[in-house]
């Protein structure tokens, strides 16, 4: 177990450094969530305009389902997209290579068909996981949220498996399982790692707007929520990118049970020991 952590705090260091060092990376996660943005107005302002109150359009009604699901989907395309931007770019990057963003949107959009496929089958589960969770009680959604959460961790490697082997989504699925099951401790306390960063940056944001709140001054407030607001969308877009680069960089050591370049050998070669011995450089 302590060797698990170690390897993942060393994946999340050197997931910093190669972001430092490479900041055009963070293009696609701003992408990303501006395309987001978009797609989320186009389908509340609609709803607004109709006069169409959420609370009047229960999700359990079919109407209310399908308009969810179509909505996740095209989330979950965008996210995805531009997800497979930034893993191409990340794994050149692993391999010496300096891809360009052109190159990374390049590629996402030369998998667009496979892309598709995984942001439908992602957004049934997360319709399914939904429903489930409104219509249970405290302990149900706690066993949606766990649920929730296993199935992000054993699909963590899909996208750079479709990306990066041409595979299909199925096959990419049944790997992407596998590949966890061999790493999962690094999986778990790296991904953890990553958004117990962004918790923390949230939680200094929120004390400070606690404080200007305390201080009655409406001018300090405003600008208190405004510098919140900055920094939540800096942390969500360096968290994004981290987590992209993290993973790529888990993948590469599952795959072939070798550091990727950019580690330091003297720091971590000795923590990066293949779990099984039919890990080999021909696997990738």
């Keep these: 177990m302590f060797e698990s952590i170690g390897r993942s705090i060393a ?3 050197t997931s910093w450094g190669i972001l430092t060092g490479d900041k055009k990376l963070l293009v696609f996660p701003v992408l990303s969530g501006i395309v987001t943005l978009i797609v989320l107005a186009s389908f509340i302002l609609p709803l607004l305009l109709s006069g169409t109150v959420f609370s009047q359009a229960p ?3 079919v109407p209310g389902i399908a308009y969810l699901f179509v909505f996740y989907v095209a989330c979950y395309f965008v996210a995805i ?10 794994d050149a990057r692993l391999r010496g290579r ?7 949107l390049s590629n996402a ?7 598709v496929v995984w942001a439908i089958i992602a957004a049934t589960v997360g319709v399914i996981l939904r429903a489930i969770g409104q219509r249970s009680g405290l302990v149900g959604k706690i066993a949606v949220a766990i649920a929730g959460g296993i199935w992000s961790f054993i699909t963590i490697f899909v996208v750079p498996i479709l990306v990066l082997e041409d595979k ?10 596998s590949l966890f099951r061999r790493t999962w401790g690094e999986s778990v306390v790296g991904s953890v790692s990553i958004g117990l960063v ?10 400070g707007l606690a404080a200007a709140l305390f201080t009655g001054n409406a001018a300090v407030l405003i600008l208190a929520a405004a510098l919140f607001l900055v920094l939540l969308v800096v942390a969500g877009v360096v968290t994004s990118a981290m987590q992209g680069i993290f993973v790529v960089a888990l993948y590469t050591y599952a795959k072939t049970g070798t550091v990727p370049g950019p580690f330091e050998k003297g720091v971590v070669e000795g923590a ?3 779990r099984e011995p039919s890990f080999g450089a021909g696997n990738i």
């Design 11 to 13: 994946l999340v260091k």
């Design 59 to 61: 999700a359990g009604q």
């Design 81 to 90: 997209f531009f997800n497979t931007g930034l893993i191409t770019c990340v």
């Design 98 to 104: 300096d891809a360009t963003v052109a190159e990374g």
């Design 109 to 115: 959009l030369r998998h667009a068909g496979s892309i």
């Design 168 to 177: 299909g989504v199925f096959e990419a699925m049944r790997e992407s399982v």
């Design 198 to 207: 962004f918790a923390a940056v949230l939680a200094l944001g929120l004390l």
């Design 272 to 274: 990066f020991v293949p």
